[in-house]
């Protein structure tokens, strides 16, 4: 399975291309949907239930931004207390 990335600037045209490779079958998983859900269920205050694996891929995901947009992300983000249990 190959892997394809799509990046670029505002109206450069990345949300055409993935429909494009949606249409010819291709599984395409869309980062600003994503956040958008995440976004939503959160101001609705809904509990999650994380599995290994998506910890995982946000593992992956947050490991990659640059160290300003963290710090800028979850400058507010409540802090878990060292040695408990997630």
Request: proline fraction near 5%; charge should be positive.
């Amino acid at each position: 399975m190959d892997l394809i990335g799509l990046s670029g600037g505002v109206g450069s045209g990345k949300s055409t291309v993935s429909g494009f490779l949606r249409e010819l079958g291709a599984r395409v998983i869309d980062a600003d949907e994503a956040a958008r859900r995440f976004a939503r269920a959160i101001a609705a205050k809904r509990r999650f239930a994380v599995i290994p694996w998506q910890m995982a891929l946000v593992s992956f995901v947050l490991r990659r931004l640059p160290r300003w947009l963290f710090d800028r992300l979850f400058a507010r983000a409540p802090r878990k207390a060292r040695g408990l249990p997630l």
